[in-house]
């Protein structure tokens, strides 16, 4: 009964690669978002979406590109990964309106060698 | 502009001494969240407290207490009586009311308790 759930928690890629992480979340949350925390642990937000819409996309290279297919999943797709795109990437989920804090994933330590 | 900023990059004390985290942020907002996170060495993030703008009590949790003060735009977190087990890095952040409700994290002060 995971509430926010990050796959996969791990990932080891070559520079070049395409890949994807996903989100899901299973509390009724309306906004997603994610967050790539770099390697002096400095948390910084990236995109967000509500009800599937994007709302918050924050300078980030356009070889980024989240997809929301509902407000439950949040999925990042990155094109021709680059050693620099090596973090660790955090979904959080809220409920608009409510003053709560985000709940966040376990996070995906991504690798690019 | 919203910017948070924890000075104290790393803080080393020893089992049992009490610990204060220091938190500054600004914020042209008269009403906003204030919330730490606290990143064990497992890596997840785990909410700790949140705190109205409006509210300016101070608030206690078995060891752990923080004090809000307006007028110095200060949110600071003490432990009491550390523990080994409060090692981890602490997250202080700011979230505006209205408008886009994303997290502004301060750099994270990463805290080791020695035995």
């Known amino acids: 009964d995971t509430a926010v759930s990050q796959t996969p928690k791990y990932l080891v890629t070559q520079m070049g690669n395409d890949k994807s992480i996903k989100c899901e979340q299973n509390?009724?949350?309306?906004?997603m978002y994610w967050y790539k925390q770099d390697s002096k642990k400095f948390l910084k937000i990236m995109f967000s979406?509500?009800?599937?819409?994007?709302?918050i996309n924050e300078t980030v290279p356009n070889r980024f590109s989240p997809k929301s297919p509902d407000k439950a999943h949040l999925n990042l797709h990155i094109n021709s990964l680059e050693l620099g795109d090596s973090a660790v990437y955090f979904c959080?989920?809220?409920?608009?309106?409510?003053?709560?804090?985000?709940?966040f994933g376990s996070g995906t330590r991504l690798t690019v060698v | 502009a919203q910017k948070v900023t924890q000075a104290q990059t790393e803080i080393s004390v020893v089992e049992k001494e009490d610990v204060t985290l220091d938190c500054v942020y600004e914020?042209?907002?008269?009403?906003?969240?204030l919330f730490w996170y606290k990143q064990p060495p497992s890596g997840e993030l785990v909410f700790l407290i949140r705190?109205?703008?409006?509210?300016?009590q101070n608030e206690i949790s078995g060891r752990y207490s923080w004090n809000f003060q307006k007028s110095t735009s200060s949110f600071n977190f003490t432990i009491t009586a550390s523990q080994v087990v409060d090692s981890a890095v602490y997250f202080c952040?700011?979230?505006?009311?209205?408008?886009?409700?994303?997290?502004?994290f301060g750099q994270g002060t990463r805290l080791t308790i020695n035995p």
């Open positions: 959080a989920s809220t409920l608009t309106g409510v003053p709560y804090g985000y709940t």
């Open positions: 509390l009724g949350h309306d906004t």
């Open positions: 979406y509500n009800n599937k819409e994007l709302i």
């Open positions: 914020t042209r907002d008269t009403t906003y969240y």
């Open positions: 705190r109205n703008s409006f509210d300016e």
């Open positions: 952040a700011l979230r505006r009311i209205q408008g886009a409700q994303k997290l502004v």
